[in-house]
DNA sequence: TCATCACCTGGAGA
DNA sequence: ATCTCCAGGTGAT
């Protein structure tokens, strides 16, 4: 078997996508929703609380085509050789849409605790493998929650957010089947009147939960990748401070550059970027 | 349209 | 011990 075809569990985890992940004894366990999964490096093997089929390490994608086609420069050849089994995931949709709500102007231990304690406080609580777990809650029970409650897990000016954001889905504002078979464009326009998500939020979303694989999130590491290594690529879009406009110009020529799966390439180069940097994941 | 700034909170570094 | 600063941004001037 190839070394790209093989799926890094740690390498994937911690790669700033999921935050719910704890790892026991050389075995994974983390919360997709009302779904809790339990996975081993070696042998490879998955099983969940819940008979749903999810390909939550989006199997079914052609490495060999994507890992082909986002090879453009030397940059990305070095993060895709450094990490070969490096996967983007597929998130449950609502899960995923709160915790990047979450997750704006926060460090990646805060976010993960502010989930961890969302599910406790909100979520159905279940034993599986032996271990004890909270599922994340549904739309309607954090809709109904009150912000004094939400504030509680830790959430400080995002819990205001994280209730209009779950009313919105229960009204059907936000539907995220919907999001999932419209383009990238139509999905991300809907999710950025959301109050309490940006642009980078939204990309964050559609990249990992919406089959938005074009989408390419881009945050100050993101930024600090573009000007250290592709600075001639780009030279005027890059501001200090980053506008709407500035945004899409950006995204605009990432996409040209590095293509159809440009989300793919953000997540070897924003992996390797951090790690340079001695960060910490979960 | 664009640039600043406040914002909850917890943890790291001075 | 106490303080400052910052963290995968966003909304309001």
């Known amino acids: ?42 042998p490879f093997k998955i099983s969940s609380s819940e008979k749903k089929a999810s390909d939550f390490f989006r199997q079914d994608d052609n490495m060999e085509k994507i890992l082909q086609s986002i090879k453009k420069d030397k940059i990305v050849k070095d993060a895709v050789l450094r990490f070969p089994g ?9 899960q995923c849409y709160i ?73 059907g504002r936000i539907d995220f089947n919907y999001l999932k078979k419209s383009d990238y464009k139509t999905a ?15 990309d964050c979303i559609l990249l990992f939960s919406l089959e938005k694989i074009e989408a390419f999130p881009v945050d100050r590491w993101t930024l600090r990748i573009l000007r250290k290594y592709y600075f001639d690529l780009f030279d005027e879009s890059i501001s200090r401070s980053i506008t709407k406009k500035k945004y899409e110009e950006i995204h ?17 180069l924003f992996k390797m970027e951090r790690e340079l940097n001695n960060k910490k994941w979960l």
């Open 188 to 202: 991300k326009n809907v999710l950025v009147d959301v109050y309490g998500i940006g642009d980078k939020i939204a």
């Open 86 to 94: 490096l996967r983007l995931l597929r998130q449950d949709p609502f």
């Open 99 to 171: 915790s990047f709500i979450c997750s704006s102007n926060a460090s990646i231990q805060n976010i993960k605790q502010m989930l961890k304690k969302i599910t406790i406080k909100f979520g159905k609580r279940i034993i599986f493998g032996g271990h004890e777990f909270h599922t994340f809650p549904s739309a309607r029970k954090l809709a109904n929650s009150t912000i004094a409650e939400l504030s509680s897990c830790g959430l400080g000016f995002r819990a205001k957010y994280v209730k209009k954001a779950s009313q919105d889905v229960v009204s």
């Open 252 to 268: 605009e020529k990432i996409v040209r550059h590095f293509g159809p799966f440009a989300g793919y390439s953000q997540q070897f």
């Open 1 to 42: 078997m190839q070394e790209f075809k093989k799926i890094d569990l740690d390498t994937t985890i911690n790669s700033g996508q999921v935050f719910l992940w704890d790892k026991i004894d050389d075995t994974w366990y983390g919360v997709d929703g009302s779904n809790i999964l339990k996975i081993t490096q070696d």
